[in-house]
């Protein structure tokens, strides 16, 4: 069975799952194992790593940094600007201090964390001179809804943005009213962050539901694996689990290549519907 892959723009193809990193560097006695953890994610073919200068305060791009030392070529490095920081001179020295945590001197793609007060234009201003600099290779936005996309794209050169980063699993749907098929249709990637729903944290019952224990049972896999492998059943959706262990890693990185019958994936749609109407974007 082929790895499942989420093309970017370029025609660059990048495997559809990759490597979370929130609330890793938070405890120093927990940052070696972090770093493994990340590292062995890469050796199996999870080359894309999310950070942002928000995770630990700078904390986990500093796992990050120890993480890919030796490998840089071999990753896909991810992070994100605070919206506060997101313009201008602030902007400039958030990414350098960002690219210093990861000891690199660019990042593959660099987000606007959440859209805030910051005017989007200057956002793509700077992104756009940072591109110019060599610090990034290209940039994109999380937390942007099917609205603040329109917005965007009505900006000179806001349809440069590569990506949205969005809140994204079986149990929260919403995207698929409007901003997921828009994002198919101008392929913008998508990236779904929370794919586990926090290991069922943001949603009580989602690990223990029957229809996922059965369909996970039948099929000899986890329920983790089967969580991502839904999210990626989804044309032009990559996941980003974040896994503290080398044993979380292995069982995410296998189910890259797990595919879901039409069956199964009508089971699991049927157990968690998608919203018929549009509904707020989920955020954590
Ligand atoms: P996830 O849905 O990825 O869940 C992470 C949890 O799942 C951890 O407790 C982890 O445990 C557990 N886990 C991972 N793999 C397995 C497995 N195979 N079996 C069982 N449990 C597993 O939540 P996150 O909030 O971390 O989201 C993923 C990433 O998305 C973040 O780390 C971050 O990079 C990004 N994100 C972006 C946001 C944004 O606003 N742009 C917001 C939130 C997240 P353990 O650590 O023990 O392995």
Redesign the pocket.
Known sequence: MAKKEVIFPEALALPAIGQ????MGEKASQRKSEADALRAGVDLGLTLI???EM?AEGGAEKVVGEAIRGLRDNVFLVS?VYPWNAGGAKAIAACEASLKRLGTDYLDLY?L??RGDIPLEETVDVMQKLMQQGKIRRWGV??LDYDDMQALWRIGGGSECVTD?V?Y?LASRGIEHDLLPWCQQHQVPVMA???????GRLREGLMHDPVVNDIARERGI?V??LLLAWVISHQGVMA??????VM?VK??AAALEISLSDDELARLDNAFPAPKGKTRLD??
Do not use: F, M, R
């Open positions: 979370g990193t929130w609330y999310d950070t942002a995770y994100k987000l964390h959440w999380s937390n980063q809140l699993h962050y929370c794919p586990l729903a926090q290991a986890s983790a694996q980003i689990p974040k896994a503290g262990s979380h069982e995410n955020v954590v």
